[in-house]
């Protein structure tokens, strides 16, 4: 009897998924273009990504698999380039390989857009798919409080904060903010949200 009621909840946060990955792959898509920060185009990438995952429709044809699985290893090959600046581009890769797993775990019924980003119980492997969820539960609990606690010690647009939760620089290459440091983490925060949300439906 609940069934219509659960249908309805289940779309409407599935739909809200997806405009929380949209508007921030927006952001990001919008920093990259005005500093060239190339953190900021995977991040984009990423962001619409997910965003096209999580809609609840039945899209059918058969494309969205390989072109999801297409666009996650791209974005996991950028991420592998970026991590010639350090390790802090790690959270990079793992955020790509992590939306290639849930993409080869959805199987046929990703490419048929049957059910969005639900996979349904036992998809993928516990094991990998509990380390992932405790990654990303990590990360949104200390990405939340550095930013609640930034937010109230630091400057949102200093060039010295422009950092995200993950140590990533946001700088264009000449010590200028790529932009608002609070904006930026928040942004990052909202992936991992969405992330984390996707992950829990496995």
């Given at each position: 009897m609940h069934g219509p009621a659960t249908s309805l909840s289940t779309s409407v946060s599935a739909w809200l998924l997806v405009l929380l990955c949209g508007v921030s792959g927006a952001y990001c898509l919008r920093r990259a273009g005005r500093a060239g920060d190339g953190a900021a185009a995977g991040e984009a990438a990423m962001g619409f990504g997910m965003a096209v995952m999580a809609v609840p429709l039945r899209l059918g044809g058969g494309w969205q698999a390989p072109v999801l699985g297409a666009v996650f290893c791209g974005a996991a090959?950028?991420?592998?380039?970026?991590?010639?600046?350090?390790?802090?581009?790690?959270?990079?890769?793992?955020g790509s390989l992590t939306m290639l797993y849930m993409v080869l775990a959805a199987g046929p019924g990703a490419a048929s857009g049957s059910s969005g980003h639900t996979h349904g119980p036992g998809a993928g492997l516990p094991l990998l798919t509990g380390l992932l969820l405790l990654y990303y539960a990590g990360y949104v609990v200390l990405g939340g409080a550095r930013l609640v606690t930034v937010g109230g010690t630091g400057s949102a647009g200093s060039a010295g904060s422009a950092g995200s939760a993950d140590g990533t620089d946001h700088t264009d290459g000449t010590g200028a903010a790529a932009g608002p440091a609070e904006m930026i983490r928040a942004c990052r925060l909202a992936m991992g949200i969405g992330m984390l949300a996707m992950l829990l439906t496995m």
């Amino acid at each position: 009897m609940h069934g219509p009621a659960t249908s309805l909840s289940t779309s409407v946060s599935a739909w809200l998924l997806v405009l929380l990955c949209g508007v921030s792959g927006a952001y990001c898509l919008r920093r990259a273009g005005r500093a060239g920060d190339g953190a900021a185009a995977g991040e984009a990438a990423m962001g619409f990504g997910m965003a096209v995952m999580a809609v609840p429709l039945r899209l059918g044809g058969g494309w969205q698999a390989p072109v999801l699985g297409a666009v996650f290893c791209g974005a996991a090959l950028h991420a592998l380039w970026l991590l010639r600046g350090g390790p802090h581009h790690a959270h990079h890769l793992v955020g790509s390989l992590t939306m290639l797993y849930m993409v080869l775990a959805a199987g046929p019924g990703a490419a048929s857009g049957s059910s969005g980003h639900t996979h349904g119980p036992g998809a993928g492997l516990p094991l990998l798919t509990g380390l992932l969820l405790l990654y990303y539960a990590g990360y949104v609990v200390l990405g939340g409080a550095r930013l609640v606690t930034v937010g109230g010690t630091g400057s949102a647009g200093s060039a010295g904060s422009a950092g995200s939760a993950d140590g990533t620089d946001h700088t264009d290459g000449t010590g200028a903010a790529a932009g608002p440091a609070e904006m930026i983490r928040a942004c990052r925060l909202a992936m991992g949200i969405g992330m984390l949300a996707m992950l829990l439906t496995m």
